[in-house]
Each structure stands twice: as C-alpha cells, then as structure tokens.
C-alpha cells in the first residue's frame, strides 16, 4: 500500500519519515478549550520528515513543513 504523496508514508531509506513514538497505555490528551495548546502526556518522541521534533514531553528544534498535494 502507497502514499498519495511521493516518498511518504514508508520507512525506508530517502524517504520523508513521520513517525511518532508513544505508550498506548499512557497516552492522554490534556488540551481544553480554555487551554487548547497542551502537549498529549505518553508521547515520547515524533519525527518529522525524520528531524526530532517532540521529546519526552517538549518541543525539540526542527518543526514540521506543511504538506500541499
């Protein structure tokens, strides 16, 4: 199975790796409406077109690119 765009959507070598690293049995939301910018709690790391981005509960250096098809 593809992505609809070109070089997403696999891990492998020269790809644009997205990939999110997290406990299931601890992932929670902690977002409200009167404080929508919180982090999820369980989340370990995600990486973005393969740069670290999240870390053990913090942004860490490189955001991601928005993707236009």
Excluded: C
Aim: aromatic fraction near 8%; charged fraction near 15%.
């Amino acid at each position: 199975m593809g992505s609809a765009l070109k070089g997403h959507g696999v891990l492998e070598a020269g790809a644009w790796a997205d990939l999110t690293v997290f406990d299931p049995a601890t992932v929670d939301g902690t977002a409200t409406v009167a404080n929508p910018n919180q982090f999820s709690k369980g989340i370990d790391y995600v990486f973005v077109n393969g740069q670290l981005t999240f870390q053990n509960g913090e942004a860490a250096g490189q955001k991601g690119q928005a993707i236009r098809n």
